[in-house]
């Protein structure tokens, strides 16, 4: 999603933009998108969870003047009933608190599990707001949030890794955490200079690449998360299969 040049004049320099610390070994040979129910048979054929994202539609809603933001989240839903999908197996996501509510409302069951995408503490009057108000988003039917992990920690007075207050507090109310995206960022070496987005809140503590790990044992074992969005599965998976997890 962020494989392009910005700084292209043509149409072959703005695709040629893939980050070197990635690959395009497999774009020549690249499947065909897949639908929604597509990827709902894939991922039932292999008795996997799913996880979608329902994602804020580009154009305006309601769309042609008739296909509502609500018809959008409802339709969702009404293809994991069609195929006879346990609510137990689907963890919805979306960044509009509204569309929780809404799945709160007309699909309880399917939204015991829904994550809010929250991208509040991306700035740090957001994250003071978030974290002063958690108790208050508990009462209102969240009950799990997932921001993007730098929002879940910080350094302490010796440059340790620790919980956020907005993780803490998110805890406190009896908020569930999952977060995202860890392995965006290429080689961990650069990330206080480039000021990447995911380690900005630890970047002075981060050296190398082995670094990642103190990161994801402080997100399992002192934040607590569920779970851990990852482009790359390799290192969770030894994370977790090391701890048990």
Same mark, same amino acid.
């Given at each position: 999603?962020?494989?392009?040049?910005?700084?292209?004049?043509?149409? =072959?320099? !703005?695709? $040629?933009?893939?980050p070197?610390f990635?690959?395009d070994?497999?774009?020549?040979?690249?499947?065909?998108?897949?639908?929604?129910?597509?990827y709902m048979r894939?991922?039932?054929?292999y008795?996997?969870?799913?996880?979608?994202?329902l994602?804020?539609?580009?154009?305006?809603?309601? @769309?042609?003047?008739?296909?509502?933001?609500?018809?959008?989240?409802?339709?969702?839903?009404?293809e !994991?009933r069609?195929?006879?999908?346990?609510?137990?197996?689907?963890?919805?996501?979306?960044?509009s608190? /509204?569309?929780?509510y809404?799945w709160?409302?007309? $699909?309880a /069951?399917?939204a015991?599990?829904?994550? @809010?995408?929250d991208s509040?503490?991306d700035?740090?009057?957001?994250?003071?707001?978030a974290t002063?108000?958690? =108790?208050?988003l508990?009462?209102?039917?969240?009950?799990?949030?997932?921001?993007?992990?730098h929002?879940?920690?910080? %350094?302490d007075?010796?440059?340790n890794?620790?919980?956020? /207050?907005?993780a803490?507090?998110?805890?406190? =109310?009896?908020?569930?955490?999952?977060?995202?995206?860890?392995?965006?960022?290429g080689?961990?070496?650069?990330?206080r =200079?480039?000021? /990447? @987005?995911?380690?900005?809140?630890?970047?002075?503590?981060?050296?190398? $690449?082995g670094?990642i790990?103190?990161?994801?044992?402080? %997100?399992?074992?002192?934040?607590?998360?569920?779970?851990i969005?990852s $482009?790359?599965?390799?290192?969770?998976? @030894?994370?977790a299969n090391?701890?048990?997890l």
């Open positions: 999603m962020d494989g392009f040049n910005p700084r292209a004049t043509t149409v =072959a320099e !703005y695709m $040629d933009g893939t070197k990635r690959t070994l497999y774009a020549s040979t690249c499947g065909q998108l897949l639908s929604h129910k597509e894939v991922v039932d054929m008795g996997l969870k799913f996880t979608p994202e994602k804020a539609p580009e154009v305006p809603m309601p @769309f042609m003047g008739k296909y509502s933001q609500e018809q959008y989240a409802q339709q969702l839903i009404d !994991y069609a195929a006879r999908i346990s609510p137990d197996r689907v963890f919805l996501q979306s960044f608190i /509204d569309d929780i809404f709160n409302r007309h $699909d /069951d399917y015991r599990q829904a994550m @809010f995408l509040r503490p700035t740090p009057e957001g994250a003071r707001q002063a108000t958690m =108790a208050q508990k009462q209102s039917g969240i009950r799990t949030l997932s921001p993007a992990f929002a879940l920690l910080k %350094l007075a010796g440059n890794i620790v919980p956020s /207050d907005y803490v507090a998110a805890k406190k =109310a009896g908020i569930k955490l999952t977060t995202w995206s860890l392995e965006r960022s080689p961990l070496n650069k990330v =200079a480039s000021g /990447d @987005f995911y380690y900005s809140s630890i970047a002075a503590a981060i050296k190398d $690449d670094d790990y103190r990161v994801v044992d402080v %997100l399992a074992q002192k934040v607590g998360v569920a779970g969005f $482009d790359w599965p390799a290192t969770v998976s @030894f994370y090391c701890f048990n």
